[in-house]
């Protein structure tokens, strides 16, 4: 599911908002890729902030992917498995 992402790419996903009267609530959060972490069971991007706040994103809190960057290029299948 992941491995199609590349660096830079936006993803969407739900993030942790607190609780309300019904138990937990969630609220869309968006985040750029970060090449070098991409899995085939999560992936890693960063939501942002002065330092780059990293958050960790799976099959439970996915909720798409937006289009490609501009630059965009695959990787090649060697460097995945580095």
């Known amino acids: 599911m992941f491995k199609n992402l590349v660096g830079g790419q936006r993803v969407y996903f739900r993030q942790y908002a607190g609780l309300g ?5 969630y609220r869309e959060a968006s985040g750029k ?14 939501i942002g902030g002065r330092y ?8 439970e809190n ?14 090649s299948e060697l ?4």
């Open 21 to 25: 009267r019904n138990g937990a609530e």
């Open 33 to 46: 890729v970060n090449p070098l972490l991409i899995f085939e069971t999560h992936v890693v991007v960063s």
């Open 52 to 59: 780059g706040t990293p958050q960790v994103v799976n099959d």
């Open 62 to 75: 996915f909720i798409r992917a937006g289009r490609l960057p501009r630059n965009a290029k695959q990787p």
């Open 79 to 82: 460097y995945r498995f580095i």
